[in-house]
């Protein structure tokens, strides 16, 4: 029997299952089956936490997509990973893991039963691109980024779709509708290897605040998704960024065992 942990992240949802010795098996038919909401436990996603060699490093996070197949990083499944990592006593309150695009550093805020606020750091972002009427850049996995108004009007699963096989992506995109309010940012993404819409993602969330910056110049921006609220805090340089920390909710919602 092997025990796996179900979290989500403002939405965003995951199987965890601390997996040391990398003997899980990752067959992509199998890691479907797992997050199929009909057939399976259901997720966006699911999470293999490992040991790491280095000792500068606390764990290892491999990503794989609902679709069964191994991803790009994921921001929220960054910051779930780093929760559940405290419930096994690997970290305590901040760590470093190792992630598909480099070292990532963690940190718990606050927490309340189930319930834990965490900042995560992600990779800097050397350029930002213009795709038709929005921005390209890569925060982990690659995003567009669309500004629009009357967002709960949009038809993100068809125009997410349409841009997410755009023969100018040959690997495909993530795709984020962005409205501007006066305080903060609502956005919605479609999700590449989930193939839907989520109730949130944090490396579309980063996109879009850094995109934001290139039309208002600011270094911090609130967000709002379906699933939750977040802050993204950097540093700017013409279209460059360093030192982008993701921050937002988590939830541990059950645990439970595979044959």
């Known amino acids: 029997m092997l025990e796996f942990y179900k979290y989500h992240g403002a939405g965003n949802d995951f199987i965890l299952l601390h997996d040391p010795d ?34 500068d490093i606390d764990f290892e996070m491999r990503y794989f997509n609902a679709d069964g197949y191994e991803g790009s990083m994921c921001g929220n499944g960054g910051r779930c990973a780093l929760a559940f990592a405290k419930k096994m006593q ?13 070292a990532h ?37 690659p995003h567009v980024v669309k500004f629009v108004e009357n967002i709960k009007n949009i038809d993100v699963i068809t125009e997410g779709k349409r841009i997410r096989h755009h023969p100018h992506f040959p690997k495909g995109t993530n795709v984020n509708f962005v409205e501007i309010n006066d305080n903060y940012l609502f956005v919605r993404t479609f999700e ?39 802050n993204v805090s ?26």
């Open 192 to 230: 590449r290897g989930v193939e839907d819409e989520t109730l949130s993602c944090g490396t579309g969330v980063t996109a879009s605040s850094l995109s934001y910056s290139m039309k208002k110049n600011i270094n911090t921006v609130n967000v709002k998704t379906l699933g939750g609220e977040f």
């Open 90 to 102: 690997i970290i305590a309150d901040e760590g470093v893991f190792i992630g598909v695009d480099g």
């Open 234 to 259: 950097f540093q700017k340089k013409n279209s460059s960024f360093k030192n982008i920390f993701l921050q937002g909710p988590t939830c541990f919602v059950f645990k439970g065992f595979l044959e």
């Open 105 to 141: 550093y963690g940190k718990i805020i606050n927490e309340k039963g189930n319930l834990a606020e965490i900042s995560l750091q992600m990779k800097n972002v050397e350029n930002i691109g213009n795709f038709e009427d929005g921005f390209f850049l890569d925060t982990g996995s």
């Open 22 to 55: 990398k003997t899980f098996d990752t067959r992509p038919n199998y890691i479907y089956q797992l997050c199929h909401r009909r057939l399976g436990i259901g997720a966006d996603g699911l999470i293999l936490i490992h040991s790491h060699h280095r000792k």
